[in-house]
């Protein structure tokens, strides 16, 4: 089945604790994206990767790293979190194509509380 | 710069009437523009998109959105709608001057009484 897997779920954790949430697609997608989802704020991106060893800031990347070392994964680091990084975050993929048009494809979400 | 606006937080509707829910966006050249469903603790599901052609775009689940270049709109609609129907939708566009920079809305809540 095609589809994008993120771990943890969920993560309860302290300010200043590092943590890696990990993000995995099976379809062989170049395109990988990292968003977080807060209350009346939609999507913001946080980074994306256009391959492997290729990777931007998107809108909102303070206070978070990204690597993209093979073409499935796409793990979202943030090494020293705070309060205000809770929110839930979702990976994406799309492959190139369509005009731009290409359709992303989103993993289940994580859902992080920093205390 | 890019942007979309979903001016509704919420749209409420009886089951069996026709559905509207509203996106405008601003871009600097060409449009691609994008619906997608939130279901309860899931992840976002394409519903469908606009890229060129027809202005009306039917999609998943019964879903179709209209183009409309002179308003800068991109409503999604529905005859008729079901009580499943009741989600949080998202509006997104991309300009074609950009490989990567997707913009989304703030989403709306869409509920479908029974």
């Known amino acids: 089945e095609a589809q994008v897997t993120q771990n943890p779920r969920y993560l309860i954790t302290v300010t200043g604790k590092k943590l890696t949430v990990t993000c995995s697609q099976n379809?062989?997608?170049?395109?990988m994206s990292w968003y977080r989802q807060d209350p009346g704020l939609g999507l913001r991106q946080i980074y994306y990767?256009?391959?492997?060893?290729?990777?931007d800031k998107g809108d909102v990347p303070e206070g978070y790293k990204v690597s993209r070392k093979e073409k499935r994964n796409f793990p979202l680091i943030l090494e020293s979190p705070s309060p205000n990084q809770t929110s839930l975050y979702f990976c994406?993929?799309?492959?190139?194509?369509?005009?731009?048009?290409?359709?992303?494809?989103f993993g289940p979400g994580t859902r992080l509380l920093v205390l | 710069a890019q942007s979309v606006a979903q001016p509704e937080d919420q749209v409420n509707v009886a089951e069996g009437n026709p559905l509207t829910v509203k996106c405008t966006y601003s871009?600097?050249?060409?449009?691609?523009l994008f619906w997608y469903v939130q279901y309860p603790n899931r992840g976002l599901q394409f519903l469908l998109k606009?890229?060129?052609?027809?202005?009306l775009v039917k999609g998943s689940y019964g879903f179709e959105a209209e183009f409309n270049k002179s308003q800068t709109s991109f409503h999604l609609k529905k005859p008729s709608a079901l009580v499943s129907d009741s989600a949080l939708y998202f509006c997104?566009?991309?300009?074609?001057?950009?490989?990567?920079?997707?913009?989304f809305g703030s989403g709306t809540r869409l509920s479908i009484r029974p």
């Open positions: 994406a993929s799309s492959t190139p194509g369509g005009g731009g048009g290409e359709t992303q494809y």
């Open positions: 379809m062989n997608h170049e395109y």
């Open positions: 990767s256009m391959n492997v060893e290729v990777t």
């Open positions: 871009v600097s050249g060409n449009p691609y």
């Open positions: 606009y890229i060129t052609g027809d202005n």
């Open positions: 997104a566009v991309r300009d074609d001057s950009s490989a990567s920079k997707i913009i």
